[in-house]
């Protein structure tokens, strides 16, 4: 998970803000949830920014870093908004974020595996879907007026620098808490890591092949830099490269050689 900083004001699609108008006043017109979430399902308009959404992270999943190369990105609500669960159970007398169903700063870019629910081998579910605990239910925003910032979230967000680096990447590819067990931080990176499935699906397998390439190249060279093998790394530190935070990890796990150093 990389840090997504969006510049404000953000330079959203021209189109977007007459289509946002409109949602906003027809969503704030309906009372009944049925009528709202009809309306809101309905009226998929978010689709309209996955292209902007795409190019802040140089079109990588907001959450795993994956490139999404054969299957479409999805625009997750990081607040649901059509209703929430926690650990699986329905959260009993909330209809979710509706007044947040239009509201970009509530769209996260990301794949079908971190977004979409399904079992791994062991039948363990993974995949976001609309889940949202928070640490204290008593804090829950149940309306438009209630202060979103008073809610602690579970979940790690890809927008909030300070939790992007709750996560450490191994030479093994597997995401880990960098926060003692125990605490909340460390329940907040564990509870992501397993519910996104980052350490599912082979990618930690994945991960660990295309650091091989790397390593021996390290190796080959050594402590004399070689112009290909700085183009190779670089290639692979910049923010658009699929896994940027992993590799930048084990690229500095041979920082005793000054020329990689000075690349990190
Ligand atoms: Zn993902």
């Given at each position: 998970m990389r840090f997504i900083l969006i510049p404000l004001p953000p330079h959203l699609p021209s189109r977007w803000h007459r289509v946002y108008v409109g949602r906003l006043a027809s969503v704030s017109g309906l009372g009944a949830?049925?009528?709202?979430s009809a309306y809101i399902k309905k009226n998929g308009s978010w689709g309209l920014l996955k292209k902007w959404l795409a190019n802040t992270s140089g079109y990588k999943c907001?959450?795993?870093e994956a490139k999404s190369t054969r299957a479409p990105f999805d625009v997750d609500h990081f607040r649901p908004k059509l209703g929430i669960t926690v650990d699986g159970v329905k959260l009993a007398g909330h209809d979710g974020y509706y007044w947040l169903a239009y509201e970009?700063?509530?769209f996260r870019l990301s794949c079908q595996r971190c977004n979409r629910p399904e079992k791994d081998d062991g039948d363990v579910l993974h995949g976001k879907a609309n889940e949202f605990p928070i640490r204290d239910e008593a804090k829950r925003c149940t309306l438009p007026a209630d202060l979103l910032g008073a809610e602690s979230p579970r979940l790690l967000d890809p927008?909030?620098?300070a939790d992007c680096?709750?996560?450490a990447h191994g030479l093994d590819g597997e995401v880990k808490p960098v926060a003692p067990d125990g605490s909340w931080e460390y329940q907040r990176a564990r509870y992501t890591i397993d519910r996104l499935g980052f350490n599912e699906w082979n990618t930690p397998e994945d991960k660990r092949g295309r650091w091989q390439t790397l390593a021996t190249l390290l190796a080959v060279v050594g402590d004399t830099s070689n112009p290909a093998v700085i183009s190779e790394i670089n290639k692979h530190l910049s923010h658009d490269h699929e896994y940027a935070s992993f590799f930048r990890s084990a690229i500095g796990t041979h920082r005793d050689k000054a020329w990689v150093e000075a690349l990190l």
């Open positions: 949830h049925d009528l709202r907001w959450y795993c970009w700063c509530n927008c909030v620098q680096e709750l996560l």
